[in-house]
């Protein structure tokens, strides 16, 4: 058969070297280099999955997708993904939070391993090469349109990453396929409190647990709640760090509609039930009945986020706890656990690797990765509406639907697959 690939990223050159050699593939990229979103993943270390996807409820990573995801992960998971790098001779080693990294700690390991392997299965790569549209001859064939490249294919796999590209929705919805509507996810948030001078100050520190939460009656039932738990970094713009960006992938559609204003709740100290709380300022005023409340940070605070939200709650720093009145407590504990936050813009310094939205799950045979409306085309990878956390379960899902497609290419002409 002849294949034509759109996209050389994660899912598209994974599934060109799992296809028999016995096909022609021939792989579009748009940009001049294969593969680079993995080479820059991981601050360029390349968290490639994650071994929580063979054990744990994928809905907890998956904001979309969990339950089409279910089956193929189940065929081709963390250890398959490993086992394949590991017969490329790229070892990989675990670390915090289930996170899988080369044992070299270089992405390019994993792209140059990608890409060696296409190469000497004789796969064609063609770069600076994007496709404008995809269309079905009379004869059954594709034909693909590249700039002044026409060609034509038995088989299309589609594996652009996000949908971003209009004309390319537009070639697929003239197909009379769904696409769910685009927006980013995985980004840091700015604050209308990070114009705050003591704020700014606050730049760099780190908590280690902190609970954010988003509530929107206005929205449909899964948009309405949006609870992220996890360390968070203040920034001189906001925050950012792993809750953030949890809350920002589970919050991507809600807050793409409010157009990224919108008020949330922020609980530093999340640990600290109601009667933990009590018993922390009770045994505070006993040991520090004397001492300035500046000066000893409760509830594991960091001193200077400690010292803002006693500014915020208008304690003076000379307050000895033997004097801090009953309001005045009520006032800080509102400010620790449920400090208001006030979302202004999100923040793209690093640029946004992930997208949700796209190709809708309901158009896709995720036993085969088959469009369900149109024969022979295929998607893969981020071009579905399907997206994560990070911590490897973007890429796993690339490589997991990749590889299905190429099984499934592979049984249609009995070639077993590699």
């Given amino acids: ?105 270089d992405s390019r390991a994993i792209a140059y391993a990608l890409q060696n392997t296409a190469t000497a299965n004789g796969v064609k790569i063609i770069t600076n090469a994007k496709v404008d549209s995809i269309s079905k ?26 949908l971003t590209d209009e004309s390319l929705k537009e070639n697929f919805q003239n197909l009379g396929i769904k696409i769910e509507p685009t927006c980013p996810s995985l ?25 954010l939460l988003a509530q929107f009656d206005d929205l449909k039932k899964a948009d309405r709640k949006i609870l992220s738990h996890g360390a968070m970094l203040i920034s001189h713009f906001g925050i950012g760090g ?38 922390t300022i009770i045994q505070a005023r006993e040991k520090f009945a004397k001492k300035y409340i500046a000066n000893a940070p409760l509830f594991d605070l960091p001193q200077k986020l400690w010292s803002h939200l006693l500014e915020l709650s208008n304690i003076p720093s000379n307050t000895l706890f033997a004097s801090l009145n009953k309001q005045s407590q009520q006032t800080l504990f509102k400010n620790i656990f449920s400090f208001q936050a006030h979302c202004t813009g999100r923040s793209t310094h690093k640029g946004e690797f992930v997208t949700c939205g796209g190709i809708a799950r309901e158009e896709i045979d995720f036993s085969t990765m ?20 990070t911590g490897g379960f973007n890429l796993q899902s690339a490589w997991t639907t990749a590889k299905v497609c190429a099984e499934a290419l592979n049984l249609s002409t009995n070639i077993s697959s590699r």
């Fill in 137 to 162: 001859n009379d004869d059954g064939k594709f034909e693909v349109k590249s700039g002044a490249l026409v060609s034509a294919y038995d088989v299309v796999v589609v594996a652009v990453g996000g």
């Fill in 370 to 389: 088959r469009c369900k409306k149109i024969d022979n085309l295929f998607f893969v990878g981020e071009c579905i509406d399907i997206d994560a956390i």
């Fill in 242 to 279: 792993p809750a953030v960006l949890k809350f920002s992938s589970f919050g991507a559609k809600a807050f793409n509609f409010k157009n990224y204003n919108f008020n949330f709740t922020i609980n530093f100290a999340p640990r600290f039930n109601e009667e933990l709380r009590k018993k």
């Fill in 1 to 105: 058969m002849t294949i034509a690939i759109i996209g050389a990223g994660a899912s598209g050159m994974f599934c060109a070297v799992n296809l028999s050699r016995e096909h022609q593939i021939d792989v579009f990229e748009a940009s001049k280099y294969p593969l680079r979103k993995v080479i820059a993943s991981g601050g360029g270390r390349c968290n490639f999955t994650n071994e929580n996807i063979d054990t744990a409820d994928l809905s907890v990573f998956y904001p979309r997708g969990a339950g089409s995801l279910k089956k193929p992960m189940r065929r081709f998971g963390c250890k398959q993904t490993r086992e394949f790098f590991a017969n490329l001779k790229v070892a990989s080693k675990t670390e915090d939070n289930g996170r899988v990294f080369p044992t070299c700690d």
């Fill in 187 to 211: 980004f840091a948030l700015e604050l209308d409190s990070a114009k705050n001078a003591t704020w700014q100050d606050m730049s760099g520190i780190s908590i280690d647990d902190v609970e």
